[in-house]
């Protein structure tokens, strides 16, 4: 039955009487499927054009031998009809051929109601004919569901032909709004029936707040981009400022020479950093080219320098930038501009390329966490005090610092933590403070003091997703489904100890 067809039929109901006081007493809906008759109700009633009642009763229904019975007459009076009239009757073997299983139960109550009896190994009537009772009532119980005759119930029930079942109907009348006509529902307000005025003369369709929705099938973050908001938030909560970190391309100006690394750094080789063919150099360079030029050859604030001849050209190279200490370089160079000094607090997260032979754990490029912090009169156990603080927050404790080398700090060092599964120190980062001939030309008064450090921020991703190879999460090989199975991150302090695979 169509939807469409029980709506107009309880519309026309309701139309000609004062209401349905029970679709179970209605021959139409009787019939129907209960569901589908409540889903038309409710469809109606959110309109107002119905109301309702959700009626639940506990009444007697045919079981499935029951049903048999309604149709086919009890098993006695089957028995009974199988016997003919007269004093020669039948012989039992015959009707329990006939019946099988049935015949012991319809010779049993045909003897009980007097209706036949044993004579020698036949049956014979004792009557001429017999009324079926018990299809009787079960007819009418399988129309009404109820029964009037109590010790008849009792019987059915005790022979296991009814059984107790629950019936849902519905009590329906007219709502406020009803109408024997069903207008359509507009399900959109769209721009032509705001242009035409439509929309006044227009019923829209109330909004389910309850519908499930179609799942959303993108919008997936990868494992890297949610261990990046991690880091930010720590950063935030620490009250760091995030760098535009979106110039990938970058001068060997900014990328090296600003950083104080000699022009003939082993890193600024075609073997470990990418030039850019096309355009190969960049624009003019800013103003301080002379003082970075001047550190390079004769150094500044007592310090010597590298006493080569600093080359423009070479510094005009453009590279993909190989690490984001670029990024604060041009950070510590706009602060230099505000007067007075005020204390800085800078963070990136974000790519860098190096031109390294792919492996399992390297790629060409990879994304690094790098934090600044400059600040007057700030000492070297500062950066080791907040290095223990920043670490904390991730649940690492008990570092260690190497002395190490950067061309662009001094001191320099190598940040260590103990690694339980590896039963040793792993280094987890690199850090330092800038030195004077990176500083004072990017502008910087001589007593502005700047720590800064970095890490990877694939190392911690890898071992918080349990991916050990670096291709399973970047590149064309990455499973999408892993993409949007795997969980979100929480760098708290249990998960960073599980992140770097430290215990205290
Ligand atoms: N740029 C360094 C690296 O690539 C990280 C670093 C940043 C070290 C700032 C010291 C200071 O490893």
Known sequence: ????????????????????????????FKSLDIEQVEN?????????MVAYKRLEEEVWDLTKEGQEIAENGSHEVRV????????EGIPLAEVQKNFGKIAAIGQGKAFKNKWIKKNGSNLVRLVDSVEDQVQKSLIILQET????????????????LVEPKK????????????????????????????????????????????????????????????????????????????????CFVDSSFWNFDTLYVPQQHPARDLQDTFFIKDPATCGPLPDFIDKVKQAHE??????????YDWSEAEAKKLVLRTHTTAV????????????????AKYFSIDRVYRNEAVDATHLAEFHQVEGVIADKNMTLGHLISFMDIFFKKMGITNLRFKPAYNPY??????????????????????????????????????DVRVAGWGLSLERPTMIKYGIDNIRALVGHKVDLSMIKSNPSCRLDKKMGREVFGIQE
Do not use: C
């Open 409 to 446: 700090t001094e001191p320099s060092l190598e940040i260590f933590s103990w690694h339980e599964g590896f039963q040793k120190w792993v280094e987890i980062g690199n850090s330092g403070m800038f030195r004077p001939e990176m500083l004072i030309p990017l502008g910087l008064d001589p």
């Open 167 to 246: 019936l849902v109907s519905f009590q329906i009348e007219k709502g406020p709004e009803f109408s024997l006509e069903v207008k359509k529902q507009a399900t959109d307000l769209t721009l032509e029936m705001l242009q035409s005025g439509e929309w006044k003369s227009l019923e829209f369709k109330k909004y389910n707040f309850d519908a499930e929705g179609i799942p959303t099938a993108g919008g997936h973050l990868h494992p890297l981009l949610k261990v990046r908001e991690e880091f930010r938030q720590i950063f935030f909560e620490m009250g760091f400022e995030e760098m535009p970190s979106n």
């Open 328 to 343: 604060s370089g041009l950070m510590l160079n706009r602060l230099s501009k505000v007067k007075p000094f005020r204390p």
């Open 40 to 48: 038309v109700l409710k469809s109606l009633s959110s309109r107002n």
């Open 1 to 28: 039955v169509k939807a469409e067809e029980i709506q107009s039929k309880i519309l026309s109901s309701l139309d000609k009487t004062n209401g349905i006081p029970n679709t179970a007493k209605d021959s139409y």
């Open 298 to 307: 004769s150094g500044v604030d007592g310090s010597i320098g590298y006493r």
């Open 80 to 87: 009974f009809n199988f016997i003919p009239t007269g004093e």
């Open 145 to 160: 569901h109820a029964s009037s005759d109590k010790a008849a119930l009792k019987e059915l029930k005790s022979r296991k």
